[in-house]
C-alpha cells in the first residue's frame, strides 16, 4: 500500500521561503511521477509541478515556474517542493501524488486524475 505523507508547512510571509517534504512508502517508484497539488479554499485543486522518479524530469505550471523546485532522493523515498518567492496567492493546502504511470499521454503530469496516490496535505499559508 502506497503511503505518502506531507511536511513542511506553516505561516510565512510573502517573500519568504518553505521547503514541502513528502515521504513516499509501499514500494519502489521506479517509473513513477510524482506531483504537487494545491488547493486554496473555495478553488478547485491544481497542478502545482511534478517530477519523474527515474529521470528526475520536471514539469511546472506556469504560475510558479521560476519560483518552485521539485527534487527527489531516491535512496530516501523523499521528494521536495522548495518553493520561493512566496506570495499570498500560494495559499492553499499542498498535496503530494504518485502516478503509476499508466496510460501516459503528453500532458498526463498536469493532470490530477492521472494520479493514483495522495497524501492528506499540508497547509501553506502566505501572508501579505
Known amino acids: 500500500q502506497v503511503q505518502l505523507v506531507e511536511s513542511g508547512g506553516g505561516l510565512v510571509q510573502a517573500g519568504d521561503s518553505l521547503r514541502l517534504s513528502c515521504a513516499a512508502s509501499?514500494?519502489?517508484?521506479?517509473?513513477?511521477?510524482m506531483g504537487w497539488f494545491r488547493q486554496a479554499p473555495g478553488k478547485e485543486r491544481e497542478f502545482v509541478g511534478a517530477?519523474?522518479?527515474?529521470?528526475?524530469?520536471?514539469y511546472f505550471a506556469g504560475g510558479v515556474k521560476g519560483r518552485f523546485t521539485i527534487s527527489r532522493d531516491k535512496a530516501k523515498s523523499m521528494v521536495y517542493l522548495q518553493m520561493n518567492g512566496l506570495k499570498p496567492e500560494d495559499t492553499a493546502v499542498y498535496y503530494c501524488?504518485?502516478?503509476?504511470?499508466?496510460?501516459?499521454?503528453?500532458?498526463?503530469?498536469?493532470?490530477?486524475?492521472?494520479?493514483?496516490?495522495w497524501g492528506q496535505g499540508t497547509q501553506v499559508t502566505v501572508s501579505s
Open positions: 517530477i519523474t522518479w527515474s529521470s528526475g524530469k520536471t
Open positions: 501524488a504518485a502516478a503509476q504511470g499508466a496510460n501516459y499521454v503528453t500532458g498526463s503530469h498536469y493532470y490530477s486524475e492521472w494520479y493514483d496516490f
Open positions: 509501499g514500494r519502489t517508484f521506479s517509473g513513477y511521477a
